[in-house]
């Protein structure tokens, strides 16, 4: 045992032994997980995400308590005590990580040197920590498995990813908190981005793209305005001039062509679009990709 409390690592130098991971069982209704537990099964770094239904987690230090709902993050450490419980009427489902923190040599790393990380954190974006989280668990199951030809490679991906989704939480606990309805604006213009970022030549006109999000397109302008500080038209010229150029590296399709595939009912405004955008001609953009690539 360390005498002197080194000072708290950063994540980035840490290393992490996975320990026991799954998506848990749905918690049925009116099931609670003992203080008992915790204090038996609490022995590492655990995370669990919440994917589905309700419940709340109580800390019996403070009497503080913390609702348990889709989009929540729990990060808990050993020596702390809990309760939790689900509530209402669907059962509570989520994904649970535990996992062991070391220096870099490997050596376990004292409790009271682990790095600062909040215990609950509501992210903005379901959909991307939904997908990384399920991302995470695939990975490590693949580590474990005797015949897969790259544990390693799976181990080391799944250390890096949880590292990445660990610094996500602790960035956002540190964002000035947002009331739910600011919340779920934000999560609409977030996951309309996604939509326009896959599908670019889909929009033809910003209210097509604000329709996916349930909202007018005056009204999504201005949210869209608040959340990234652009229009919507900014974003779906930079998404279709974005697309254009991947068609200009690597397809054989003419500058028309192109232009018709992203919605452009005009070949010359399009260009001129482009040039204005990129501060060259598609052509100019198609011949310096292509002298890169020799």
Same mark, same amino acid.
């Given at each position: 045992?360390?005498?002197? %409390? ?27 997980? %003992? ?34 709902? %889709? ?160 229009? %919507? ?62």
């Amino acid at each position: 045992m360390e005498k002197v %409390p080194p000072s708290p690592e950063t994540w980035s130098t840490l290393r992490l032994r996975f320990a026991r991971f799954a998506q848990g069982a749905t918690w049925p209704l009116g099931y609670r997980v %003992p203080d008992t537990w915790f204090q038996r099964s609490l022995i590492d770094f655990t995370y669990w995400f919440i994917y589905k239904g309700k419940g709340e987690l109580t800390d019996l230090e403070t009497g503080a308590t913390y609702s348990m709902h %889709p989009g929540v993050c729990v990060l808990m450490r050993p020596g702390q005590h809990f309760t939790a419980a689900q509530v209402g009427n669907e059962g509570l489902g989520n994904i649970y990580i535990h996992a062991s923190l070391l220096r870099a040599d490997q050596t376990p790393l004292a409790l009271e040197a682990w790095p600062p990380c909040p215990l609950h954190t509501e992210v903005p974006d379901f959909d991307f920590f939904n997908i990384a989280t399920r991302r995470l668990l695939t990975l490590l199951r693949r580590s474990r498995e005797a015949d897969y030809p790259a544990q390693k490679e799976a181990l080391d991906a799944a250390e890096s990813l949880f590292k990445g989704l660990i610094l996500d939480l602790c960035h956002l606990h540190r964002l000035p908190k947002t009331s739910s309805t600011a919340l779920y604006h934000q999560r609409a213009v977030e996951k309309a981005l996604r939509v326009l970022d896959e599908q670019p030549q889909r929009f033809l006109s910003v209210e097509a793209w604000a329709a996916t999000s349930g909202y007018s397109a005056s009204h999504f302008r201005t949210l869209c305005l608040k959340y990234t500080g652009k229009s %919507p038209m900014e974003h779906l010229i930079h998404a279709r001039i974005r697309q254009a150029k991947e068609y200009l590296q690597s397809s054989l399709l003419t500058v028309g062509m192109i232009a018709h595939q992203l919605g452009y009912e005009n070949t010359h405004y399009f260009s001129r679009q482009f040039r204005k955008q990129t501060g060259m001609t598609a052509s100019e953009y198609r011949r310096r990709a292509a002298n890169r690539l020799r």
